[in-house]
């Protein structure tokens, strides 16, 4: 039987397949967001295309020029959000047979052309308890500090 963190590590790795698979492996970075408080699941995605950071609906933005397009049709979107969501609740449920912490929050990003990984955690309830923010407004967030910064 595979350990925690093989299974983990798998599913964290399946986030970044699909997300991928979206943008059909044309893209420098990808970034994904993922959250889970109190049996809300929320997940949420953007890439780095040719110095340009873009959100999945604005894709084409940063292909401006090019006659390859991007299809990021509602559909589609849809899809990945639930196998993102999908894998986020099998986090959940793993973290709970082998009696693990299951974070609130992930922020999972993957470089394409080095192939480093990198994920941050938090174990706080980043909105569940705020009478405004929800999980998008901390994904916005997310997206603004990593332009800003160029992480």
């Known amino acids: 039987m595979k350990e925690f963190e093989d ?5 964290q790795g ?10 059909e492996d044309r ?5 994904v967001y993922g959250s889970c408080e109190e049996g809300i699941t929320a997940s949420a ?14 894709l084409n ?6 006659d390859e397009k991007y299809d990021t049709s509602s559909t589609r979107n849809l899809m990945v959000l639930n196998i993102l969501n999908e894998d986020i609740e099998k986090v959940s449920v793993l973290c709970k047979e082998h009696q693990r912490e299951m974070p ?5 990003i993957y470089d394409v052309k080095s192939g480093k990984f990198k994920a941050e955690y938090k174990y706080d309830f980043m909105y569940i308890h705020d009478d405004i923010k929800t999980s998008d407004d901390i994904y916005d967030e ?7 910064s160029k992480l």
């Open 142 to 148: 997310w997206f603004e500090e990593v332009k800003k």
């Open 27 to 31: 893209a420098d970075k990808v970034y």
């Open 14 to 23: 399946d986030m970044i397949s699909i997300c991928l698979e979206y943008v």
């Open 61 to 66: 933005d940063a292909v401006k020029g090019s």
């Open 45 to 58: 995605f953007f890439f780095l295309i040719n110095n340009i950071y873009v959100k999945p609906h604005k």
């Open 104 to 108: 609130t929050e992930m922020k999972l």
């Open 7 to 11: 299974q983990f590590s798998e599913l």
